[in-house]
C-alpha cells in the first residue's frame, strides 16, 4: 500500500458487526478491543490494517460506563485476545527470519573506483 496515494476517501479495509452484539456485552461496550479490517469485496485477501476502538449502544434507563483510559502496557496485550474477526477471516500464521550481519575493520572504499 503506497501511503503517497491514500486519500481522505480511500478504504483501506473495513469491518462490520451487529449493534447487538455490543448491546449484549458487559455494561453495553466493547472497551480497547481490536477490530480487523479486510477488503469487503475479497475477504480472502486476508488483513488489511487493524484499529483499536471503545464502543458503547446506550438505551433508554441505561447508563454509561466511563472506560479507563488506554495506558502503555494495554500496547503489551496480546492483540489476538482481543481482536474481533469478520466471520470466514482466518489468521495466518507466519515465520520470519531475519540475518543480521556485522562488519568490522572494513578498509575505506575508493570512490573513484565507482
Known amino acids: 500500500l503506497n501511503s503517497r496515494k491514500i486519500r481522505s476517501d480511500y478504504l483501506i ?3 462490520k458487526f451487529d449493534l447487538g452484539l455490543v448491546y449484549e456485552s458487559q455494561d453495553h461496550q466493547f472497551v480497547h478491543k ?3 479490517l479486510t477488503d469487503p469485496e ?6 488489511k490494517g487493524y484499529v483499536k476502538i471503545s464502543i458503547s449502544i446506550l438505551g433508554p434507563g441505561d447508563k454509561l460506563k466511563i472506560p479507563p483510559k488506554s495506558s502503555s502496557t494495554d500496547d503489551l496485550v496480546d492483540i ?3 481482536l474481533l474477526r469478520p466471520a470466514g477471516v482466518q489468521l495466518q500464521p ?3 527470519t531475519v540475518k543480521i550481519y ?5 578498509p575505506k572504499m575508493d570512490t ?3
Request: proline share 0%; no cysteine; net charge negative.
Open 94 to 96: 507466519a515465520t520470519y
Open 42 to 47: 475479497d475477504k480472502e485477501s486476508g488483513a
Open 80 to 82: 489476538e485476545s482481543n
Open 102 to 106: 556485522k562488519a568490522e575493520d572494513v
Open 112 to 114: 573513484d573506483y565507482f
Open 13 to 15: 479495509g473495513a469491518f
Open 34 to 36: 481490536w477490530v480487523l
